[in-house]
Each structure stands twice: as C-alpha cells, then as structure tokens.
C-alpha cells in the first residue's frame, strides 16, 4: 500500500499538469464551439447552439484563410523537403571539407528568434530597403514586396514562403543527415564493388533506407507549416488587407483583437477545431498514401 501510495505522489504533479494544461483547455475548447463571448461585451458565454457552424458557412473571409494557409503550406514543404535533402546529401558526402563548420553556420537561420527574424526580413524587403536597393543598382525594377495591391499579389507569398523556407530547410537537411548517416557504411560500399555509381546509391540505397526519418521530417514540417504565425504577424499583420492572413492568424484576429468586427471566442473555438481537423487528416492521408498504413491503431 505504501509503494503504491508513492507511486502516486510521484505521477501527482504531471496528472495535475496534464488536467489544467490540456485536458481542460481541449473540453473547454469543445464547449466554446457551441457558445458566444466577446469580453467587451458579454460577462460570460451565451449558448449559441450551431449559430458558429452557420456563421463559418457563410464567412468568406475564414474560406480564404483556409486556402491561403494549405497555398502556403503547399509551397513551403515541398521546397524545404527538396532542397533540405540535397543538402544533407552534401553534408554526408566523403568528398566534402569541413562538414562540421556547414553544419554550425547551416544552424544560425534556426536559432534566431522568430520576432527578430521576421523584423530583419521586413528591413529587407522594404520599398527602399536593401534588396530594391541592389535591384535598382543592376537595372531592374524595385518591387513592392509587402504591398501587393500596388504589385502583383504573388509577391507577398512570396516573400512569406522564402522566409518559412530559409528558416525551416536546415532543420529538414540535418535531421535527414543523420538518417543518412545511420545506414551501415557496408551496405554502400557493397554497391560500390559492384559498380554502382554514386547516384545510383543514392537513389537506389541512401533515399530508400532513409525513409522513415524523411516521412517523419515531412510530418513535422506539415504540422507546424499549418500553423505559421509569427513571421506573418511581424512581416504583414496579414495584410496588405487580408491577402496573407492564413487560418491561424485569422483565428487570433477574431478570438484576440476584440476591436475586430466579428471578435468572438466562441466562433475562434470553432476555427481552431477547424484548424485541427485539417491538420489530422493532412497527416493521415500521408500515413496512408505515403507510408501505406492500412490503419491507424490507437493504443
């Protein structure tokens, strides 16, 4: 009796965490879905019913978000995926000096913080920042970069997708340089005597045995693409107009800024959930298009 009585003195604190840090604020979630609270105007939440789900079907502007974050999401993955592992291809290459140095420099993008790293890039991509600046100095046309009703609207896309993917590759390029480097030396030397060339190998030994690591990788950058707040907050506050507000920073102008003309928790609820369902079925479709789950078994 005692030993068990320990037992649960010792798991205590992470059961209280658990209780107030997640399972909480999920149930809470839930039930604001169903109900309505602006705090400037209500002291506590009005039952709504499905009011919320009537309002997403006729919101428009949560439609755009929808489509502006997985058009984000689109971009990004892809190329970080790609150039992620051509780099962790040249960082396991035998060939290459001073592997360790890349490694250290390729690190820099991911220890910035995300507000310095979003008020760096604004300075750049100012109208009379840097980059128009050397773009006038070789006889090109400075661009409009974060103000695309006076360009083309692709540019402020673009520059967000630049940033995510400067960021967010070398992460992708060493986490799949240590899959590549935890296939036995063996296997690829066998190839060798057998007259494989080295993109033979790579196609045929290096991507194949690194798989797992590679799917994983797309799983994580998958998930946290869906949610790209900061650069978006410090870079466009979503604007010019909504243009770049995804689904994430949609829901923090309707649950956060109170001043906004439909500020409502309860309908924020509803959009995080949304937020949610799209992120597990994403990763489902991967698990069973890509890695061929026949089923999902929650144990």
Avoid: C
């Amino acid at each position: 009796m005692g030993s068990r009585s320990s037992g649960l003195l010792f798991i205590a604190p992470a059961a209280v965490y658990l209780v107030a840090l997640v399972i909480y604020p999920t149930v809470y979630l839930y039930y604001m879905v169903f109900h309505s609270l602006n705090p400037l105007f209500d002291v506590a939440p009005k039952f709504v019913g499905f009011q919320n789900i009537y309002t997403l079907v006729q919101d428009q502007d949560a439609s755009y978000a929808i489509l502006a974050m997985l058009l984000l999401t689109g971009i990004t993955v892809p190329v970080q995926l790609a150039l992620g592992s051509l780099l962790a291809l040249l960082f396991t290459s035998p060939h290459l000096r001073g592997r360790l140095v890349l490694r250290s420099i390729t690190l820099i993008p991911l220890s910035i913080p995300a507000v310095i790293v979003g008020l760096n890039w604004k300075m750049i991509f100012f109208t009379y920042g840097p980059l128009n600046t050397f773009l006038g100095s070789i006889g090109l046309e400075p661009q409009p970069w974060l103000s695309a009703p006076f360009g083309h609207p692709f540019n402020t896309f673009f520059v967000l997708a630049v940033l995510d993917i400067w960021q967010w590759t070398p992460f992708v390029a060493l986490a799949v340089a240590a899959g590549i480097e935890s296939i036995p030396p063996d296997i690829q030397e066998a190839a060798a005597l057998d007259g494989a060339t080295r993109l033979q190998m790579i196609r045929h030994i290096v991507f194949p045995l690194s798989k797992t690591i590679i799917i994983i990788v797309l799983l994580f950058r998958l998930i946290d693409s869906l949610k790209i707040f900061d650069i978006i907050y410090m870079l466009t506050f979503g604007g010019p107009g909504n243009l770049t507000t995804t689904l994430p920073f949609y829901i923090y102008k309707i649950g956060f800024t109170l001043t906004a003309a439909k500020a409502d928790i309860g309908y924020a609820s509803l959009l995080a959930v949304i937020l949610l369902l799209i992120a597990t079925f994403l990763v489902l479709l991967v698990l069973t298009r890509v890695l061929n789950v026949k089923r999902v078994v929650w144990e």
